[in-house]
């Protein structure tokens, strides 16, 4: 017992002073230990570490999307309207929903019964407005065109506010919108919305709620 | 004529997207209970309209909410709930890497929306919030106060202190920040802007409503910095949801 503890100290001391030696030396020299000629194995072992990587799942939750239709401005006419809008589904049941959009009033009755009069400037007629809603999916359901195809579809309802940019002014605007969204593919989905946007207008001298109410078509696609 | 060649480009852009999206490596699984149901749609209404039995192989597409779009071994598709992917199997034998839900506690981060009022004005708001510990947040929140007289942005960051996170459905927060608000008066003729820095104290709430989706309620204290010999204070509420990763 004691023989072999002092063989390893004496090892150990050995090593230690080889490094000391060896501190001066630039660059580490290969040590090269003279083996007898090992036989040529029969079996070369051939033992490499497998990579197993577990693909992910990729989640496909937000969707992105341009829309573009009619307008009624109150009191304005019915104009064009183009927007974008985005989602986010959280549950199969609720998805959040951010838009944002432009279109440009025409001429109210007043302004063509007098055509001299001008009820707006024309970067007053610029109507701009983003809405955050919530969205519920009420209706889910299929679509069948023919006897072979079929598409996921959904009636749903959305509620939200933002603000509407009109006659040069912002105001805090409430809408109230139902929509229908099939989706033509896993990734691409068409949408028919019908959203009101009311606020409270003072433009023709006297506070009141206006309605204006879009009908849309969007073309959207999920990532 | 060239918007129509540009959609068509952007369209076959899309497409060309979705097909090397394809190439990635998908995930495979092993149904282990006797037979897994496959839904026409991701939600609990469709039908079931193909059956996988045991031992068979899952390829699982993508996933949408709580809902995973799998291929059958025959080239069949359907929609699985995740409860039931759960339960599946790798081939190696080890239990199905279904991503956890973030948990409620201690997720990184929250993005949210909501209305409140803003010295008597209507408030949009819009937040982000990063976790550094479990009860300490990051807080950036950018919003919108619209009045009669006056409009304003209002931008702030600071710090919230959420007193017991592990409280699921009510857990109070506290909070002190930072805060800029720029004001552009509405009232003619001569519309006039200012721009005012901030500071705020706030005492809200939280809660979770489902495994993503969570509200939040806060009540805010402004002191605005003006040239004033008093400074102005303000107050502000808002009610809002967020979801969470």
Known sequence: MENRLSSILLAAALLSGCGWFHRGDKGPKPVTVEEPQAEPSIVEPQVTRREVTTPKIKSKDFEVGAYAGALSIQDFGVNPIYGVRAAFHVTEDFFLEAYAARSKAGQSSLEEVFPDINVLSNSGRQFTYYDLDVGYNVLPGEVFLGRGRAFNSALYVTVGMGDVRFANQDQFALNFGVGYRVLITDWLAMHVDVRDHVFESSLFGVDKNVDNVEATLSLTTYF | ?245
């Open chain 2, 1 to 245: 004529m060239r918007r129509l060649l540009a959609l068509a480009l952007l369209l076959q852009a899309l497409h060309v997207g979705q097909a090397n999206a394809a190439k990635h490596q998908l995930l495979e699984l092993v149904v282990s209970e006797p037979f897994i149901e496959m839904h026409s749609g991701p939600g609990r209404g469709f039908p079931v309209v193909y059956v996988v039995g045991r031992d068979e192989v899952l390829t699982v597409l993508f996933s949408r909410t709580d809902w995973y779009k799998v291929r059958a071994p025959h080239g069949a598709e359907g929609w699985v709930r995740r409860a039931d992917l759960a339960r599946t199997k790798l081939p190696s034998g080890e239990p199905a890497p279904i991503p956890p839900y973030p948990e409620f506690a201690s997720h990184r981060w929250e993005v949210g929306a909501g209305y409140g009022v803003y010295n008597k004005q209507n408030l949009v708001t819009t937040w982000v919030d990063f976790a550094i510990t479990d009860s300490i947040d990051v807080e950036g929140v950018l919003q919108q106060a619209l009045g009669n007289l006056d409009n304003r942005y209002i931008g702030s960051i600071g710090l919230r202190h959420t007193f017991v996170p592990e409280w699921k459905w009510f857990s109070p927060t506290v909070g002190l920040g930072t805060a800029y608000q720029h004001i552009s008066d509405k009232v003619p003729p001569a519309p006039l802007e200012d721009n005012n820095q901030m500071a705020y104290v706030s005492v809200g709430a939280r809660g979770f409503i489902t495994r993503r989706f969570m509200w939040r309620a806060d009540w805010r204290h402004y002191v605005v910095f003006n040239n004033l010999n008093v400074n102005e204070e303000l107050e502000e509420w808002k009610i809002g949801l967020a979801v969470f990763f």
